[in-house]
């Protein structure tokens, strides 16, 4: 996204939506089996879909829309987490622990999109 920017694999926003994603995948393992074609399936598509899009973007000539698509994602993440907590899926514990990390995260995004949008 910037010159010294190698690879979208640099971007501190990725290597932490990557983190995430892989916290998801282990937290939800846990989740009742009923739910591995409903909420956990979901909530594992949209942890997955934050770095894949910003990878996405980075090989794109409009950065900035993948950017936002990873957004998106990012809220519908946190959406779905709170859904698991508030059905007693997720503990009060992991969906914080989640949450916080989509916080981070999200902030990463927004600064990259402000970032891109002053170039």
Do not use: F, H
């Not at 399936?41 to 993948?66: C, D, H, K, L």
Request: hydrophobic share 40%.
């Amino acid at each position: 996204m910037t010159e010294k920017t190698g690879s979208y694999m640099d971007l501190i926003a990725w290597q932490q939506a990557m983190d995430l994603a892989v916290a998801v995948y282990g937290a939800t393992k846990s989740w009742p089996k009923e739910e591995l074609y409903g909420l956990t399936s979901q909530v594992r598509r949209a942890a997955s879909s934050v770095p894949a899009n910003i990878a996405e973007g980075y090989g794109r000539e409009v950065r900035g829309s993948y950017l936002r698509i990873a957004q998106g994602s990012l809220k519908e993440l946190e959406t779905q987490l709170l859904i698991a907590e508030r059905t007693g899926i997720a503990s009060n514990g992991t969906a914080a622990s989640l949450l916080a990390s989509t916080e981070s995260v999200g902030t990463l995004l927004r600064l990259l999109i402000r970032k891109l949008s002053a170039d």
